[in-house]
Structure formats: structure tokens, C-alpha cells
């Protein structure tokens, strides 16, 4: 039985829980009715057909079984190795040094996944699934092995990228496997799962890489673990995943010739060469500086050739172009997208740099650090899944970003206010805001954008999988640019505080990068207790100063809020997202 014809009404590159809906034209404003005439998809009708692959494709119930703990192991991987950096990075710079490059322990992750996430997508409707799963799988391992062995602090930097391009290519491997086999009536459950798996991972990633950092293990096994459970979940990827090649008639070098090679190095290219700007800017490079200058020329000018390579189908086809242009015309998905963004960046902030201000003010090691994060992660994972069952049940979508808008901007306000005195309890309630803002939001778009997308008669339900993928963009883009942009706004103000601060103490400029690296430095261990005092004051304000981009994001999530529609639509169970 062929399947991949019994499926072309959905890409096998489908990311989604909600393939399935027709692109039956009817009015948005008829709330009793906007979506009921797409529950009767034409894939209802192959329930049983998909239910048959899996059988005609040897997937036993065991296999099955193991196939779906995988999935949501890797899951659970790419979300932690996202954050596993968060409470490391004091540990790896006292044995590496180099402060100036510290954001780019945690930016490097994701930077890796947004370079490829969107070529990956369209690689997953030209490949055989389970082998370009287990060769992204490979990548991963391998990134992380780099990441344990480091010698340095650049081998470190490499092996985080390349890790986020393998994570990128597990994850989006892991949704196309339980799309291609489930019916579309059991899909949105078990695609849901993918989605706490990563916000799990995700959020917990800081206490793991604490526990590792404070072990006799060291912070090396935060990424050694990686290989571990590959080594465990290898046998699955080899003989229970059947192969699920979407394109079976097709040679390789007719499916070589079908990648956008231009638009992925183009698109790979911005992001690399804008992080670096925004990490040495300022930090390692003078803002006026001719080097940072050439980055942001560069990105502006790589930035328009990629635009007009995707309008103009350079090398490309309309079909294959790595970017879905079309979506720009939709003031729905934009917004959605700009919402995804907001939320996400809510959570890199936090994540981040909460542990940070306890290792600095409470003298916190790296796992006492990262279970102050509590709070913030069980509200965040309790608001994501109240809000995954109740807004498909009722249906409107709005009322949860406008309030999660106010949360944020209220909750990003009040860390702003944080300073080295602030009680830990003050800490708790201001982050518990910022999560539930965070929590409401964040994973709404995966309900929402299938929907919108099934019901526009520009796109139809087979641009579902694109739509993911441009929601997929808006997370590891925000990520990327909230770590980027709150690195160097921590690095840049903390220096400058720090040299204001204690300008009569003859502290050279070695020093104060020093301090800023953690409490461990020569010059906190060892100053008085007024100076210390002095320079604690300096980087916390640093710190929240980060906040800043916090409220910025919360404002634009609540303006984007406000531009949506007041409309009934009728959803699935979110999907979840990367």
C-alpha cells in the first residue's frame, strides 16, 4: 500500500496536530459555525488507512509504544539543552574565562536551530523520515559530545550549534513521525505530547545543568547525558521506526536538487552574522567599531538578497522556497507570530538570569540557584496546559493574549524594580506574574494558526505544516534574539555600572569583566564588604535592566492582542511547539 498517496493531501513534512481540515470558505464571524464544516476532513475518511500503516509497516503495538517514548524523550532533550546552559555558565566560565563571550554558551542552541528549522521542515517532505530523524539525531550527539570534551570556550560555542541544528532536525522529525502515523482523529493528542515534552524540558533545563555543575560529575555531563539516552533510544530509531519516505519514486540527486541550498545559507547566514554583532558589539567590540559596524551592514544586505532570492524563486521553486512568503499577507498569522515571539522571549529572560541574581546576591550555588526557578516553572507548565484544555473547548483565542500581554507587562515591570536588597519572596511573586502571562500564551498559536490557515482559501489545510513551521520560527527566533540582546545588555551595563561604581579603587578592566563572570572572581572573593556591596549593586542593576526587553515584549504581545479578531474558532488540542 502506498501511503504517501493516501497522505498527499498532508505533507508528510506536517509538524501539526490539526492537519485535516478543509478549506471550506465561510465567515469568521459566524461563531457557531466558522470551523464545523472543516471537522469533516477529507483525511477523516482515511482514519483507518493510516491506522493500516501502521500495521502494514510492521508497527506493532510495542513498537509504537517505544517509538512515542522516543519521541517525546527527544523532545524533552532539544527543550533542556535549550536552558542547560542557564546555571552552567558561571561553572564553565571559572574554568574557561572569557566573559565576554557568555552569551554565546546559551545563544549558540538555538541560533544552531533557527539557521536550519525552516529547511529542515520542507527536508522532512523530501527524505525518507526515519533516516533524516536518526541523522539529525547523530548531529545532536555529536554537538553534545563536543560540548562535554571542550577544551575552550569557542569548542564550546561550536558544539552548542551544532547541537541546535541536530535538535532543530530530531524535533521536527519527531512530529512528521506521530503525523504520519496517526489518524487524524488521535493525531492532536499525541502531538500535544511533543509540546509539554519541550516546555518540560525546557524549563527544567537550568535545574538539571545545576545538579550536573554542582556534582562531582561536573558540568560537562549537562551534555554527556545526551549520549546516554541516544545510546538507550539508538535500537528504536533503527528497527521499531519504520521507514516513511514521502517521495519514494525520486532519485537522490532529484531530491538533493529539490533543497533551496540558496535560501538555507542565505537564511543561516542572517541570523549567524546579526548574533554576532549583537554578542561582540559593544562587549568585545566598541559599538563604533568597524567590525560591528560590517555585521549589521552585512545582515541588512544579506537580509534583502534572501528576500528577493524567495520572491524571485532563485535556484528555487514557489513550492520548495524555504520561506512562506504568503503568510506576510495574513494579518492573523503575523500576529500570531509576533504574539509567539512575545511569549518566548518571556521565558529566555527569566530562565536565564534568575538564577543569576541569586549566585550573585545570595552567593547560591548553580543547583540552590536553579531551584529558586521553581515558582516560575510550575506556574508556567500549569498555566500552559489550563490553557491548552480549556481555550479549545471554548473556542476564543483573544482573552488569552490580551491577558497574558497584561502579565508580562506587569510582571517585567516589577523585576525591573529588583535590586541586590529584594527579599526572595518579592523575586517568587514578580517571576509567578511573568509565568502566568508567559503560561496563557505561549503555546496558543499551535491551536490557533492550523485553524486560521484550514479556514483562508489563500492557503488551505495544506499549508498547515508551513504554518507550524512559521510559528516554529517565531520561538527559536525569539529565543535567539532574547538571549542575544539580554547577553549584551547584561555585559555592556554591568561593565559600565561596575566602572562608575568603583572608579576610585583602581580596578582594571580584566577585573570588572571578571566580576561580571561570577562571584567566584578575584575581585568579589576578595574585596571589602562595602566594595562587594558596591559592585553587587552594579550588576544587579545590570540585571534588571534585561527586564526591559521583558516589557517591550509584553506591550507588543498586548498590542498584537488587540489587533486580533474577537472570534469563536472551533480547535483542537494544542499542538505544542519547539
Not at 285 to 310: N, P
Request: hydrophobic share 50%; with cysteine; charged share 10%.
Amino acid at each position: 500500500m502506498d501511503y504517501t498517496k493516501n497522505l498527499s493531501d498532508s505533507s508528510p513534512e506536517t509538524q501539526s496536530t490539526i492537519s485535516g481540515h478543509n478549506s471550506k470558505e465561510q465567515s469568521p464571524s459566524d461563531n457557531d459555525s466558522s470551523l464545523r464544516g472543516l471537522e469533516k476532513s477529507p483525511l477523516e475518511s482515511t482514519e483507518e488507512i493510516v491506522t493500516d500503516v501502521r500495521k502494514a509497516k510492521g508497527v506493532s503495538t510495542w513498537k509504537w509504544v517505544l517509538t512515542l517514548i522516543t519521541v517525546y524523550v527527544t523532545g524533552a532533550l532539544y527543550g533542556l539543552d535549550t536552558t542547560v546552559a542557564a546555571d552552567v555558565q558561571g561553572t564553565v566560565l571559572e574554568q574557561f574565562g572569557e566573559p565576554e563571550k557568555l552569551a554565546w554558551i546559551g545563544v549558540g542552541f538555538p541560533l544552531g536551530s533557527v539557521a536550519v528549522i525552516l529547511s529542515m521542515g520542507k527536508a522532512y517532505g523530501i527524505f525518507d523520515v526515519k533516516w533524516l530523524f536518526f541523522a539529525t539525531a547523530v548531529m545532536f550527539e555529536v554537538g553534545s559530545a563536543i560540548c562535554g570534551a571542550a577544551p575552550n570556550m569557542n569548542a564550546l560555542i561550536i558544539g552548542r550549534v551544532i547541537a541546535g541544528a541536530g535538535g532543530a532536525g530530531i524535533y521536527l522529525g519527531g512530529l512528521n513521525i506521530l503525523s504520519l502515523l496517526s489518524s487524524p482523529r488521535e493525531r492532536p493528542l499525541y502531538i500535544a505530547g511533543t509540546g509539554v515534552s519541550w516546555g518540560v524540558g525546557t524549563i527544567l533545563g537550568p535545574i538539571i545543568g545545576g545538579a550536573f555543575a554542582e556534582s562531582s560529575a561536573t558540568w560537562r555531563w549537562a551534555f554527556y547525558i545526551n549520549l546516554v539516552i541516544f545510546a538507550v533510544t539508538c535500537p528504536v530509531y533503527i528497527f521499531a521506526i519504520p521507514s516513511l519516505d514521502p517521495q519514494p519514486t525520486l532519485k537522490l540527486f532529484q531530491r538533493l536538487a529539490a533543497v533551496d541550498w540558496l535560501g538555507t545559507v542565505l537564511n543561516a547566514a542572517i541570523y549567524a552574522v546579526w548574533v554576532l554583532a549583537l554578542t561582540f558589539g559593544g562587549a568585545e567590540w566598541a559599538w563604533s567599531d568597524g567590525r560591528t559596524i560590517a555585521c549589521f551592514v552585512t545582515c541588512g544586505v544579506l537580509i534583502i538578497l534572501f528576500g528577493l532570492q524567495q520572491r524571485f524563486k532563485v535556484f528555487t521553486t514557489k513550492a520548495q522556497r524555504i520561506f512562506p512568503a504568503g503568510f506576510l499577507l495574513s494579518r492573523s498569522l503575523v500576529l500570531q507570530h509576533f504574539a509567539t515571539a512575545c511569549t518566548t522571549t518571556t521565558i529566555f529572560a527569566p530562565v536565564y538570569y534568575i538564577p543569576l541574581f541569586f549566585q550573585f546576591t545570595r552567593d547560591d550555588g548553580a543547583i540552590s540557584a536553579a531551584v529558586r526557578l521553581l515558582p516560575f516553572i510550575c506556574v508556567t507548565i500549569f498555566c500552559i496546559m489550563f490553557n491548552g484544555t480549556l481555550m479549545p473547548k471554548f473556542g476564543y483565542y483573544q482573552p488569552w493574549y490580551i491577558f497574558g500581554g497584561v502579565m508580562i507587562t506587569i510582571g517585567g515591570a516589577l523585576m525591573f524594580t529588583v535590586d541586590s536588597t529584594t527579599s526572595a519572596s518579592r523575586v517568587y511573586g514578580y517571576s509567578v506574574i511573568l509565568a502566568i502571562g508567559t503560561g496563557v500564551a505561549n503555546q496558543a498559536a499551535y491551536s490557533v494558526t492550523p485553524v486560521k490557515v484550514a479556514m483562508d482559501p489563500r492557503f488551505g489545510p495544506q499549508m498547515i505544516p508551513d504554518a507550524i513551521g512559521f510559528i516554529n520560527m517565531a520561538q527559536i527566533g525569539a529565543a535567539v534574539h532574547a538571549l542575544a540582546i539580554s547577553g549584551t545588555v547584561f555585559q555592556n551595563l554591568a561593565f559600565q555600572y561596575l566602572q562608575s561604581a568603583l572608579a576610585g579603587y583602581g580596578y582594571t578592566d580584566a577585573q570588572l569583566h571578571g566580576a561580571i563572570a561570577g562571584t567566584q572572581s578575584q575581585l568579589l572573593a576578595q574585596a571589602t564588604d562595602s566594595v562587594r556591596a558596591l559592585a553587587l549593586e552594579a550588576i544587579v542593576k545590570a540585571m534588571s535592566r534585561v527586564y526591559i526587553l521583558v516589557i517591550v515584549a509584553g506591550g507588543v504581545l498586548l498590542l498584537s492582542s488587540l489587533g486580533m479578531k474577537t472570534e469563536k474558532l472551533f480547535m483542537e488540542m494544542s499542538a505544542g511547539g519547539a
